[in-house]
T-cell receptor, first 113, second 113 residues
Framework: GESVGLHLPTLSVQEGDNSIINCAYS??????FIWYKQESGKGPQFIID?????DKRQGQRVTVLLNKTVKHLSLQIAATQPGDSAVYFC????????????FGSGTRLLVRP | DAGVIQSPRHEVTEMGQEVTLRCKPI?????LFWYRQTMMRGLELLIY????????DSGMPEDRFSAKMPNASFSTLKIQPSEPRDSAVYFC???????????FGDGTRLSIL
């Protein structure tokens, strides 16, 4: 179980800078990972995913890096914009369960104009 | 493209009343999920349907909660009788299959007075 909006870690970046959001996952059997963005009053929005047979995947302005050795996932956002301000969650799918996602506690990204 | 559609967006009712939340998954998605999000506990999976059949309801808090999926395009989550501790944001999500991202609706914000 995960949690705790009251104590969300916060990353504050200047508009135009790159952002890096980190996530430590718990289970070495996890084989699929997703990053979600959640804006106030909205549901989690899919950003990018990566499977465990990869260590890097790129999308539009976003890159996800996976380090299975230390069970670490990161989301890099290039040229951060005010519209990127949101809470970001990583989620892991454990291999023996084809449907259950374990969500991280989230990181709040604030973009300063 | 239409995403996952939830209704109502907001619901305020008195304890003891029956509450029904509705979800229309993305067309063609065969898996549907109901989640609850609170500040203290984050996102919790309540129930998972595959091809309209409930597969895992271990997250349903108690017998006051029930969920149905009468067809591939509609699901309901019902709370009867409702209690103040049920106050939360309830999300519905759907996906096409294993190792595919879940796509979330914008949720129902439920307040039980």
């Amino acid at each position: 179980g995960e949690s705790v909006g009251l104590h969300l870690p916060t990353l504050s970046v200047q508009e135009g800078d790159n952002s890096i959001i980190n996530c430590a996952y718990s289970n070495s059997a996890s084989d699929y990972f997703i990053w979600y963005k959640q804006e106030s009053g909205k549901g989690p929005q899919f950003i990018i995913d990566i499977r465990s047979n990869m260590d890097k995947r790129q999308g539009q302005r976003v890159t996800v890096l996976l380090n299975k050795t230390v069970k670490h996932l990161s989301l890099q956002i290039a040229a951060t914009q005010p519209g990127d301000s949101a809470v970001y969650f990583c989620a892991e799918n454990i291999g023996d369960s084809s449907y259950k996602l374990i969500f991280g506690s989230g990181t709040r990204l604030l973009v300063r104009p | 493209d239409a995403g996952v559609i939830q209704s109502p967006r907001h619901e305020v009712t008195e304890m003891g009343q029956e509450v029904t939340l509705r979800c229309k998954p993305i067309s063609g998605h065969n898996s549907l999920f109901w989640y609850r999000q609170t500040m203290m506990r984050g996102l919790e999976l309540l129930i998972y349907f595959n091809n309209n059949v409930p597969i895992d309801d271990s997250g349903m808090p108690e017998d006051r909660f029930s969920a149905k999926m009468p067809n591939a395009s509609f699901s309901t989550l019902k709370i009867q009788p409702s209690e103040p501790r049920d106050s939360a944001v309830y999300f519905c999500a759907s996906r096409t299959g294993q190792s595919q991202p879940q796509h979330f609706g914008d949720g129902t914000r439920l307040s039980i007075l």
